[in-house]
């Protein structure tokens, strides 16, 4: 890898005038993308790259918080900074953010931008079957893993099925487990978007970023709805994939 490093450096720098920092934050993010760095490796440390292309460790930190905003590089607290993983959901289990991000080693987390009891609205209302005026419970969240912000969402519970919105700490789902709701199924549409300003600010993202939108409504086995969730991801870090199936010939 080292080799390839220093060779990728200098054509960087030879090929275009930009501060140095630039120049190894372009080595990086090509190395990954022609697969020299791979998923879940360590980079070399701040002083080993550092020596070994001529650089000071304030040039390198800088490069490599700039693909750490950008979501290719991931740091962990005594352990050094890695390759990120795209995250692959599928679209045939019904699983959480929570869950999604545990099986991969990740520690997920939630800000709570909004978090209270509100009247639905008539969008609300189609979407969970309520009757107007009916008592919903909305969170607003900025969902990361290891620090990096991966998506924003809305999420609408019915009063009826959550009481309390202090129940939910960190995962919706834990919560309803905890009540002993056992979401059965869950119908999702996806499609591709571009963030706003506010969104891309709380992301950390340039405004215009590509993203994917979700939602979702998930029921029980009775049919009630018991979720109606509206999801923003960041496009460079997941990838969503869903198994088909021909019919059966007659």
Known sequence: MEPYLVSEFRRQAQARRA?????????????IENGELTAGQALPGERELGKLLDLSRVTVRKAIAGLVADGLLLQRQGAGTFVAERIVKSFSRLTSFTDDLRARGLDPRSTFLERGVGEVTPEEAMALNLSPGAPVVRYYRLRTADGVALALERTVVPLAVLPDPALVENSLYEAFAQLGIRPARALQRLRAIAFDAEQARLMGLPEGAPGLFIERRTFLDDGRVVEFTRSFYRGDAYDFVAELQSESAP
């Open 19 to 31: 501060p140095a920092y630039q120049h190894l934050r372009r080595t990086l993010q090509h190395a």
